[in-house]
Structures are given as C-alpha cells and as structure tokens.
C-alpha cells in the first residue's frame, strides 16, 4: 500500500491506497463541487454519496475495491461540505437542489448514467435521484438512509422513529447547534462516529481528518443547513415505486434510524435485495466495508 500524497496535500486528507486518485473540481448545477476522482474514463461509471457528518473520505475503504474491479468512480464532498462550495442561506440545500447537483456530476462526467450509492443524506439523495430522475440509475445502492416520503410517514406514525430523530429538531435553532458542535474540538460530532460503532473503527488519524473538514469556514453551519431545508422546504411525497434496481443494506443496530424504515423503502422498488446486518450500526461502510464491498461488487455485476 502507498500514500497517495496528491489527495493528501490538497484535501488535507491522505488515501492509504495502491490506487491513482485525483482531486478535482466540477461546478454542477451553477455550484462548485470538489470531487476524487479515480478509475479509467471508459470503465462503468460509479457514483458515491456520503451523509452527515462526513465527506467523501467517508467511501476511503470502497475506492480500491471498486476500481480494482473495473468502475470509475467519482466521490464528491456534497455542497456545503469539506472543499465544496458552501451557499450562503438554507434554502440552497434543499433535497431537489442536492440531487440536481449529482445529476448534473453525472452528466458533466460526459455519461447519461451511473451506478449509484448513497449512504445517510447521500442515500436521501440517491433515493430521490432515482425517483426524480431514473434514467441516470443504472442500479441503485442505500446504505442505511431512508427513503424520503417513507421517513416523512413514519415520522408522523412511528413514535419510536420520531423520538430518535430528536436531534433534527434540535438542529432547527439558530447558533446554538453551531456551538454546541464546534465545543471542544467537535466532541459531539466525534461521539456521533464512535459512540455507535465498535471501538476502533475510526482511528485518530481518521478522527483527526474529520476534524479537518468540519473545521473549514462555513461548513459546520452548512452540514446543518441540510436538515433545516429538509424541514423548511420538505420534498413532496412521491409514492410512484423506484424503477432502477435498488440495494438496501441496513445495519439493524443504528440507533437513529429504526429498522422499519429499510423494510416499508424496499416495498416502494420494482426491483430490490433487503438485507439486514445484524451487530452492526449506521456506519455499515467503515463496519463491514469487505462484506459491503463484495454485495456493491455482485450488485453491480449483474448489470455489467
């Protein structure tokens, strides 16, 4: 395994990896996105979402995998995160603007489509790409995230969902959440990566580079402005089933996010795999990335 020092000197973050990925930025959707880049331009095009409070190191452990086995892969900070553009106000990050930003990256790739996968607010995303705009799906993989108008409905008759997503609310005030979060070096948003996965997942050097990312002027308070637009300026219900085929991995010990969720979205796909993991938690990806990896591989696969 080698260092590759490109990402490392212009993201701030370093990819332990044997792969050649490379820092770009794309503007998409009259936004600038910055995105890793890496994989041959002819090979199948693969597209990864991440979710609060993460950036696109959030995918480091699936880069490899899925360029080694063929895909190109783009992986972009999501507007308002890390390196990418960050919109002044909250109404710049509502739901149908993030996805028309990856619509647009698939686009400006020079592609029609993409495999797409998407993980918390980035499985939200891919969730409603593929809604909104299923032409540019090939096939659809959700990691732990739900989809829209199934959480909308069991916010309002699931107790159980509503009092885990306290936190949400919460985020609605103005300053507060900002200085609680930012409050001895990011704490809170820390706990929210360690406190519900097994010790060790994430190391310091890990735990550093988040630390990196959440400190870039302006992200902090645009990472929250994607859940006050989600409240401010709800998506409409869309209750047509999701064409593209559709992955849902779940690890059933998430605490905020109840397990009912990955079983009413599987019921909205024409075409879909459930499966729930056992002993493990919302951050699938940095869990089980092996066995993830090897379900995108076979997923994927299928379609090739």
């Given at each position: 395994m080698?260092?590759?020092?490109s ?6 973050t370093?990819?332990?990896?044997s792969i050649?990925?490379?820092s770009?930025?794309?503007?998409v959707?009259?936004v ?13 095009l693969?597209?990864?979402?991440h ?6 190191y959030g995918w480091?452990?699936?880069?490899e995998?899925?360029v080694?086995?063929g895909?190109?892969i783009?992986?972009?900070?999501q ?5 990418s553009e ?7 990050y509502?739901?149908?603007?993030c996805?028309r930003?990856v ?9 029609d489509s ?7 607010w ?9 809604q909104?705009?299923?032409?540019a799906v090939d096939?659809l993989a959700?990691?732990n995230?739900p989809h829209?108008?199934?959480f909308?409905e069991?916010?309002r ?7 885990r997503?306290?936190y949400?609310?919460?985020?609605q005030?103005p300053?507060l959440?900002e200085?609680?979060c930012?409050a001895r070096d990011?704490?809170i948003?820390?706990?929210?990566l360690t ?5 060790g997942t ?11 990312a ?7 308070t645009s ?5 006050r637009?989600?409240?401010r ?8 089933p999701?064409s593209p085929p559709?992955?849902v991995v779940?690890?059933?010990d ?5 397990t009912?969720?990955?079983?009413d979205?599987?019921l909205?796909c024409?075409?879909s795999r459930l499966?729930l ?10 869990e089980?990335?092996?066995r993830?990896?090897?379900h995108l591989?076979?997923w994927?696969?299928?379609d090739r």
């Amino acid at each position: 395994m080698v260092t590759n020092s490109s990402l490392g000197s212009e993201t701030g973050t370093a990819l332990r990896s044997s792969i050649d990925a490379e820092s770009t930025v794309r503007t998409v959707n009259d936004v600038q996105l910055h995105v890793v880049v890496a994989g041959e331009e002819t090979d199948p095009l693969v597209v990864l979402l991440h979710g609060f409070p993460e950036y696109w190191y959030g995918w480091r452990h699936q880069l490899e995998a899925l360029v080694e086995a063929g895909f190109r892969i783009l992986v972009p900070d999501q507007r308002g995160y890390n390196l990418s553009e960050k919109p002044d106000g909250v109404r710049p990050y509502r739901l149908e603007e993030c996805t028309r930003d990856v619509r647009s990256l698939i686009e400006n790739e020079g592609r029609d489509s993409a495999f797409v996968v998407g993980h918390d607010w980035g499985g939200v995303v891919a969730w409603n790409l593929a809604q909104r705009f299923p032409s540019a799906v090939d096939r659809l993989a959700i990691v732990n995230a739900p989809h829209p108008t199934v959480f909308r409905e069991h916010l309002r008759s699931n107790p159980e969902q509503l009092r885990r997503s306290w936190y949400a609310g919460w985020f609605q005030l103005p300053t507060l959440p900002e200085l609680v979060c930012r409050a001895r070096d990011f704490t809170i948003l820390e706990r929210a990566l360690t406190s519900m996965a097994p010790t060790g997942t994430f190391t310091d050097d890990e735990l550093e580079s988040y630390r990196s990312a959440w400190r870039r002027p302006g992200a902090l308070t645009s990472m929250l402005n994607w859940y006050r637009a989600a409240l401010r300026y709800p998506p409409g219900l869309d209750r047509e089933p999701v064409s593209p085929p559709t992955l849902v991995v779940w690890g059933t010990d998430d605490v905020a996010l109840t397990t009912a969720l990955a079983i009413d979205a599987d019921l909205r796909c024409e075409t879909s795999r459930l499966e729930l993991w056992p002993e493990t938690s919302h951050w699938v990806q940095h869990e089980r990335p092996e066995r993830l990896n090897t379900h995108l591989l076979e997923w994927f696969d299928d379609d090739r």
